[in-house]
């Protein structure tokens, strides 16, 4: 549930009480400026692996005597292409997002916050998925007389490889990204009610101290 | 950063302003309860969903006139009982949990909402990793010549796609716990500081109405 009146109104209370006018406004220009740049960067970070990643498994192909392959011959691979093609657009228009100074509404955390989430999972499973075709590639499987490739293909595999392991890096930034956007989100909501929290004094011990 | 002096106090007042005494804790006795038993149950759902997956790729197995074939030859599939297994466990764990009625701290909250999102992260690399190596079996691969297996072994590609379906239905249900530990953990921080929101005002539009 939402902050009701009287927390809403307790918050603006404290929040004027700061100091008054225009000096409040710049100290906390001070305090956040650096924040929106951090988060800009934090966003960036993942773009740039994204685009890595993809660029390193979009041209990724080799031929031998024994053949040719090629990253399209998987489905595995061209969904790690798009997920990290996707992404890589996603985190860009989120970092511009972030750069800009705006007010920032309950509808707008929630657009951040979905699509952060979503997008975690997306390239999270493209890279589990690779990573699963890069490992029967080099393992092969008896059982289905799959042969591994590996032997045959060592350049493309060493490529795949780093493309997958580079998604996967993505994925710890994007997982990041996505509690940010939670606690961005969910900080402007009351806590569920009192009762779980019989306790209440332990709620003021400061996790984060300033 | 935790909600400091002036914020708590702020709530405590307005927790308190609700009633007195006894009638109250009553009161949010009987509002909390069926939040309680519906989480509960929220984390018994996926437990299910875990354990039926489990058991359906556990044992999979199928041999004919071609050779035999079985969940232990896949390194994925196995990941998958392990994920499936583990994750179980955890709900159970995490069922009791949410079952009995105690004191919610910061330390609790921060514990189940990282168990949460590790596990939510866990089950679905192991749904991809497994979707990846069934879609193989389906497909094959005719340019590194992986034969397709399942018109050889209908009955274990079937269980196998169950099983996978069943993880996913598992993952949407972590999803969805590890946003409300999420929202249970991050609605005791303070928002950021104050001028991301300059229009205030907006704040106090009611996204979950009571």
Same mark, same amino acid.
């Given at each position: ?6 927390? *809403? ?14 000096? *409040? ?11 929106? @740049? ?17 660029? !390193?498994?979009?041209?990724?192909? +080799?031929?031998?005597? &024994? ?12 969904? !790690? ?14 970092? &511009? ?7 920032? @509404?309950?509808?707008? $955390?929630?657009?951040?916050?979905? &699509? =952060? +989430? ?10 589990? $998925?690779?990573?699963?075709?890069? &490992?029967?590639?080099?393992?092969? =499987? ?21 493309? *997958?392991?580079? @998604? ?8 990041? !990204?996505?509690? !940010? ?22 709620? +003021? ?6």
């Amino acid at each position: 549930m939402m902050k009701d009146g009287g927390g *809403v109104e307790g918050g603006l209370v404290e929040k004027s009480g700061r100091g008054n006018g225009g000096v *409040v406004e710049e100290e906390e220009e001070e305090e956040v400026a650096p924040m929106r @740049t951090a988060e800009t960067l934090m966003r960036i970070l993942p773009m740039a692996l994204s685009l890595t990643a993809l660029l !390193l498994i979009l041209k990724n192909s +080799q031929s031998n005597d &024994f053949g040719a392959i090629s990253s399209s011959d998987f489905a595995g691979f061209k969904y !790690l292409i798009y997920a990290n093609g996707v992404c890589a657009g996603y985190s860009l228009l989120s970092a &511009f997002y972030a750069a800009v100074p705006r007010s920032s @509404t309950i509808s707008r $955390a929630w657009t951040i916050f979905f &699509f =952060d +989430q979503v997008f975690t999972y997306v390239i999270l499973a493209a890279g589990a $998925a690779s990573a699963e075709i890069v &490992f029967l590639e080099f393992r092969g =499987d008896a059982s289905i007389t799959w042969s591994e490739a590996c032997g045959t293909y060592g350049r493309f595999c060493r490529k795949a490889v780093a493309s *997958v392991a580079i @998604t996967f890096a993505a994925t710890v930034c994007y997982a990041a !990204l996505s509690l !940010l956007s939670s606690y961005r989100l969910f900080a402007r909501y009351d806590p569920p009610p009192v009762s779980f929290y019989p306790h209440a004094k332990e709620l +003021q011990v400061p996790a984060f101290p300033r």
